[in-house]
């Protein structure tokens, strides 16, 4: 997986295109990661200890990696990621303008 949390990311397809977020949490079996604020869905839950009200409820769902660019932190422009081997170290590196991610 080449994102990793706390990353910056700009959703390239789908209903939320063209926003921007946080990863807040990755799922590497399943190629998929959670954005906040993006691709919420609403959910009608029940009156419980939590909600007493109950009621309808945005809850975010994960989405497929290959809906989402990389915002590059140095050269703030959508990038591909790609890998270099320094010292036996593995870094990641922006496409666009070759510096380290």
Same mark, same amino acid.
């Given at each position: 997986?080449?994102?990793? =949390?706390? #990353?910056?990311?700009?959703? $390239?397809?789908? +209903? #939320?295109?063209?926003k921007g977020?946080?990863? %807040?949490?990755?799922? +590497?079996?399943?190629? =998929?990661?959670?954005?906040?604020?993006?691709? /919420?869905?609403?959910?009608?839950?029940?009156?419980? %200890?939590?909600?007493?009200?109950?009621?309808?409820?945005?809850?975010? $769902?994960?989405?497929?990696?290959?809906? /989402?660019? /990389?915002? @590059?932190?140095?050269?703030?422009? /959508?990038?591909?990621?790609?890998?270099?081997?320094?010292?036996?170290?593995?870094?990641?590196? @922006?496409? +666009?303008? #070759?510096?380290?991610?």
């Amino acid at each position: 997986m080449k994102l990793k =949390k706390g #990353d910056k990311i700009k959703m $390239r397809i789908g +209903k #939320d295109k063209g926003k921007g977020g946080v990863v %807040e949490k990755v799922y +590497k079996n399943s190629n =998929k990661v959670l954005v906040t604020g993006m691709n /919420l869905y609403k959910r009608h839950v029940k009156k419980n %200890e939590k909600m007493p009200q109950g009621g309808i409820v945005e809850i975010p $769902r994960a989405i497929n990696v290959s809906k /989402l660019s /990389l915002v @590059c932190p140095k050269c703030e422009k /959508l990038t591909r990621i790609g890998f270099v081997i320094e010292k036996n170290k593995k870094f990641r590196i @922006c496409k +666009k303008c #070759d510096s380290k991610i």
